[in-house]
């Protein structure tokens, strides 16, 4: 996979490349996707006449040709300059101080002191989500160390086992060594994805299609009511499953009629400048196009607390990319989202984001894939959004002197994996602990089993339904009838377990702050 | 602005629970951080106190010169070590004085135990004795211990009844047989048979302890037939396996698993196999992955939440980020490569010692990484070890030196910081491993440490 990273892409082997991605080795064209290979709506979209296959192209054509129809500014308004690699033009910044750490001498990560480091105790093992429901799964110390041994050579193809990682993380957080198992688990599935899964392949496609959220939900949200009637309609849910492997079990989320996006636009951007408090805002793909109302509260707690907020240009975080071994995919737009928030860094921002996963990626992600000019200056200066508060802000003292939201609250929160991994997992419970009203019950430490698109995959439907057992039974003891996590797919998965409504814990901040 | 609290507890295991609990209950506000999940799951759940007292002084005076790297020309001899104990409070007094317990003293150890009898609850057995039972572990090796999940109680090797010790065949690293064989070498006071059964078969042969656990758990169906019926189905046949002495066959009274006979609903999995086998069903406690570790994780954990105490996992605290008047007032976490400060009005250092990776060492020295505290050790590296593998290991010993209130101090038995105290493995003196007090030294200063460090917070 690494040999695709290269800036120059002077270490690849095009030979052997015949997947007919389309994107010309050595000219340097990245970050513009290819019609035809990036985006495939006419999978998501039924053909019954609603959205017709000419508009979701045309969309796709005209904003490649970056063309002025009503399509393309809608797709401006929605995120994304679709632009090149490197630099920016901050003073603040300069791309030549940056010293591009080589990461990839010889075209492979070098793993081997990750994989000296471990020592087997097996932490990761106990740990591991999946192996519990699925012996056949060989867990993340066979998937992490063991397996960079065997593949080292080059004479031993990667175990199709690597293709039911979840990337959920967890072993990250076990390893008492500090091996760098979720990165190796990412190269592994990354190079089983590029070297030995058929391109043509129903599960290739699908999954390609799963790691590509945001581009069916940057069309879909151009007919929002339309899109989400549709890709919940029975007949073509369950061609789903039959053509595609997408389990007809799970609901697919709701569409916003405006989406963040088009809210922050129209409201004419942000309400406070203070050069001296600023954070660029990092909404992703399912705030923007599904929950606006999450990106909403973070906007007006933050204004609340005196930053100016921005919302500069940016793609999918590419969490559900590493997930499915796409690096390409999570590459080209981690090339936008690098230019554009280091850009805001050198304005003074840090970063903010609100979901815990692509927080996760913007911080040890893309540093421990990528080698982009920037990408660690973004590493450092991302947080999730109540975690920067919690740093910067007497928020539980803020929040005692608001004297809680109007109406009692009763939550039963999960703490999302990639959450545990930053630190986070139990930082809405200990910040609402004191605050009147409001009850926030932890529903425990397991798996909510979805992650991602993991869930959505037919043949790990019932895995993920089992790993989340422990969750649903948990949230029903809870008092509460109301979930709260900060990850979307989270939400889906506990919405889809009890029937409950799920909120983020920025909603009940702004609630109990008044904001 | 700082993240704050009066108490800041840096280490995830048993001292750092038992000094953040402690903390809790003198009236402080505490904050847990530790690097990664607690390492109690890789522990075996045994909570020893002090099963020997190894000799320090070789049997004939060490040879001079550089080691021989293992070839054994004129090797150390030492005396066997003193043990196993019947009772730990007893020999307490025979250790060295730079020992842990000689330091916090005995009450130290019997609170340690008391607070963890309490947060343990009926999860645990032991606590109506001062003496140390004796529990068949993985591997054959009895071993003395203070506490004892309940789950292990029928294996007891005090207990003379016959023992039956199911191994499966899938499950390399543990043989029943073998297991069954060392038992009776050790001299245990009942007859014992090793039998491998079919039942893990069903598993992927590399299935995890936690997939077979969770089966269990949730009584899923092993072919058709549900996991805990199939399982006691499997092992019925081996209930006349035990030969006596005279060569009579009785019936066993009690057969020992591996510890994985479920992970939440252990004691419904105990029970149902007990009735299903008429005998009295034990787990023996293995080595990492250990499932009796990770439920006495959990119920640690469960307790530091109802007492009150904010705990987080996932970063490390790096080094000291403020101090004045010999005080520290933040120290740096790591959060993902930028550091945020924590504010304290105390400090407990509970990281560990060499494996837990709470003091850190290369070919030039020890060192403790986040306060640099001084560590006691002597400056030629040959002589941080003997030859014997066994004998007196000098770096067995090393760690940071605390006073009375367990506050580390430097060369000259200054203390180094008025609020730092230390808990655990970090401390040094104590030869845990040789010992078999590694949970006993943790409890005893962990308790000190947090009483000490709420004092030091609240007054």
Request: aromatic share 8%; net charge negative; with cysteine.
């Amino acid at each position: 996979m690494t040999r695709h990273t290269d800036d120059d892409g002077s270490a690849e082997e095009s030979s052997e490349d015949d997947r007919g991605n389309g994107r010309g080795r050595g000219e340097p064209a990245p970050g513009v996707p290819e019609a035809g290979r990036d985006e495939q709506p006419s999978i998501f979209v039924p053909d019954d006449g609603e959205v017709p296959e000419s508009d979701a192209v045309g969309a796709r054509d005209s904003e490649a040709a970056a063309g002025g129809d009503d399509a393309a500014a809608r797709a401006a308004t929605d995120g994304g300059v679709e632009s090149a690699t490197g630099g920016t033009d901050s003073t603040d910044l300069d791309p030549d101080a940056y010293d591009p750490v080589d990461v990839f001498p010889g075209g492979d990560l070098d793993l081997r002191e990750g994989a000296d480091s471990c020592y087997k105790c097996t932490s990761c093992d106990t740990s591991c989500p999946v192996a519990e429901v699925d012996d056949e799964f060989p867990g993340p110390k066979f998937q992490g160390p063991e397996q960079w041994r065997l593949k080292r050579k080059g004479d031993h193809d990667i175990d199709e086992s690597i293709t039911s990682c979840s990337n959920c993380m967890r072993c990250d957080d076990a390893c008492p060594s500090s091996v760098p198992l979720s990165q190796m688990h990412n190269e592994a599935r990354g190079q089983f994805v590029e070297r030995q899964m058929e391109k043509l392949s129903v599960e290739y496609i699908r999954n390609r299609l799963l790691a590509n959220y945001r581009t069916s939900a940057r069309l879909a949200s151009m007919f929002p009511r339309t899109a989400s009637f549709a890709m919940n309609f029975g007949p073509a849910r369950w061609a789903m499953e039959k053509v595609m492997g997408i389990p007809k079990e799970r609901d697919f989320p709701e569409f916003a009629t405006e989406t963040f996006r088009e809210w922050w636009k129209a409201r004419g951007g942000a309400k406070v400048e203070n050069p001296d408090k600023r954070v660029a805002y990092f909404h992703g793909c399912y705030s923007n196009y599904n929950t606006p109302e999450v990106g909403k509260a973070m906007v007006r707690v933050y204004e609340h607390f005196g930053y100016e907020v921005m919302v500069p240009p940016q793609k999918c975080s590419g969490t559900p990319m590493f997930a499915n071994g796409m690096l390409d995919d999570a590459r080209r737009h981690a090339e936008t989202n690098v230019e554009n928030l280091v850009e805001a860094i050198g304005e003074g921002a840090d970063v903010i984001a609100s979901c815990t996963s692509c927080s996760m990626s913007l911080r040890q992600e893309y540093p421990e894939l990528f080698d982009l000019h920037g990408i660690e200056d973004l590493a450092e200066h991302t947080f999730e959004a109540m975690e920067y508060l919690r740093i910067h802000e007497d928020l539980e003292g803020e929040l005692d002197a608001a004297g809680g939201p109007d109406e009692e609250r009763e939550l039963a929160y999960h703490a999302p994996c990639h959450a545990r991994n930053q630190g986070l997992a139990r930082q809405a419970v200990e910040t609402f602990r004191d605050v009147d009203g409001v009850t926030v019950e932890d529903v425990g430490d397991s798996c909510s089993g979805i992650s991602g698109t993991y869930g959505w995959k037919e043949e790990k439907y019932e895995k993920s339904m089992e790993i989340g057992e422990e969750m649903f039974e948990h949230m029903e003891d809870a008092e509460g009838d109301v979930g709260m996590t900060e990850c979307p797919t989270c939400a889906m998965q506990m919405e889809h377990g009890t029937g409950y409504e799920i909120e983020h814990p920025l909603q009940l901040l702004e609630d109990s702050l008044g904001a | 602005m700082a993240i704050t609290s009066d108490v800041l507890v840096v280490g995830g295991g048993l001292a750092a629970v038992t000094a953040a609990v402690s903390a809790a209950r003198e009236g402080a506000d505490v904050r847990l951080v530790s690097h990664k999940a607690s390492t109690l799951r890789q522990a075996s759940g045994l909570i020893d106190a002090l099963g020997y007292v190894p000799a320090t002084e070789p049997a004939k005076p060490l040879r001079d010169g550089p080691p021989t790297a293992g070839r054994n020309l004129d090797p150390d001899e030492w005396p066997d070590p003193e043990g196993p104990l019947a009772d730990p409070f007893e020999a307490i007094d025979r250790l060295p004085e730079s020992h842990p317990y000689r330091i916090a003293g005995s009450d130290a150890l019997r609170d340690g135990l008391d607070l963890f009898d309490d947060l343990a609850g009926d999860a645990y057995r032991g606590g109506h004795t001062d003496r140390n039972a004796l529990v068949p572990t993985f591997g054959g090796a009895v071993k003395p211990t203070a506490r004892y999940p309940a789950a292990a109680e029928a294996g007891l090797a005090s207990d003379d009844r016959p023992a039956l010790i199911v191994g499966f065949r899938s499950l390399t690293e543990y043989d029943a047989r073998a297991f069954a064989g060392r038992l009776e070498a050790a001299g245990v006071p009942f007859d014992a048979a090793g039998a491998e059964v079919e039942f893990a078969e069903a598993f992927r042969a590399d299935a995890k302890i936690t997939r077979v656990a969770k089966a269990l758990d949730h009584d899923e169906e092993i072919d058709g037939v549900p996991a805990r019926e199939a399982l006691a189905k499997a092992v019925a046949p081996h209930l006349h396996d035990v030969v006596d002495g005279s060569g009579g066959v009785d019936r066993v009274e009690r057969v020992g698993f591996p510890a994985f006979l479920g992970d939440d609903e252990g004691e419904a999995v105990r029970a149902e196999l007990a009735e299903r086998l008429g005998a009295d069903v034990f787990e023996i406690p293995m080595g990492p992955p250990s499932l009796p570790g990770l439920r006495l994780e959990d119920r640690l954990f469960d307790a530091l939440d109802a007492e009150g105490v904010r705990f987080e996992t996932g970063n490390p605290v790096v080094g000291v980020e403020s101090a004045a008047d010999g005080r520290v007032e933040t120290v740096a976490v790591d959060r993902k490569g930028r550091t945020a400060p924590y504010g304290a009005d105390a400090f407990v250092l509970a990281t560990g010692g060499l494996v837990g990776k709470g003091l850190d060492s290369d070919r030039e020295g020890v060192r403790e990484p986040v306060f640099d505290l001084f560590v006691d050790q002597p400056d030629d590296r040959y002589e941080w070890f003997v030859d014997d593998a066994f004998g007196d290991q000098p770096y067995a010993r090393f760690g940071v030196r605390p006073d009375e209130r367990m506050r580390p101090v430097d060369g000259d038995g200054a203390v180094q910081y008025e609020n730092v105290f230390a808990a655990g493995g970090v401390v040094g003196g104590a030869d845990a491993a040789r010992e078999k007090s590694a949970s006993g030294v943790s409890l005893a200063t962990g308790i000190v440490a947090g009483r000490q460090a709420a004092t030091e917070a609240t007054q």
